[in-house]
């Protein structure tokens, strides 16, 4: 909970530094953040389901591979965070108002 309060601070900062909706972005940020760990964790607890169902594993692998799998899911949702992170640097393209050519000259 404090990595996703901590994506969120410093999405609304890069945000704010970039003209964009800093809010937003900082709700972005902890949602990335909360999102992909629980869908990391749902994902490989249907996978281990699976497995436990088809082969006849025992159930308490579940409780073998739990920390493993928060591990893997708190990776992958810094991995994820980094990469809102990432495109929030990027200074959104100005956009450039043209005036039309004058008209030509007889």
């Known amino acids: 909970m404090i990595f996703a309060i901590i994506s969120a601070w410093l999405a609304y900062k890069k945000a704010k530094d970039t003209n964009r909706n800093a809010i937003l972005w900082a709700v972005i940020a ?11 964790q749902l994902g490989f607890g249907m996978l281990l389901g699976i497995f436990i169902e088809l082969r006849g594993w025992s159930p ?17 949702s810094f991995i994820s965070t980094w990469l809102v992170l990432r495109y929030i ?6 956009e450039m108002y043209v005036s039309p050519p004058p ?4």
């Not at 308490?60 to 992958?76: D, F, L, R």
């Not at 008209?103 to 007889?106: E, G, I, L, V």
């Open 60 to 76: 308490e692998i579940v409780e073998t591979y739990s920390i493993p799998i928060t591990i893997i899911a708190v990776i992958i």
């Open 103 to 106: 008209p030509p000259k007889f």
């Open 89 to 94: 640097d990027k200074m959104p393209e100005e």
């Open 30 to 40: 902890a949602v990335t953040f909360i999102a992909t760990q629980l869908l990391v």
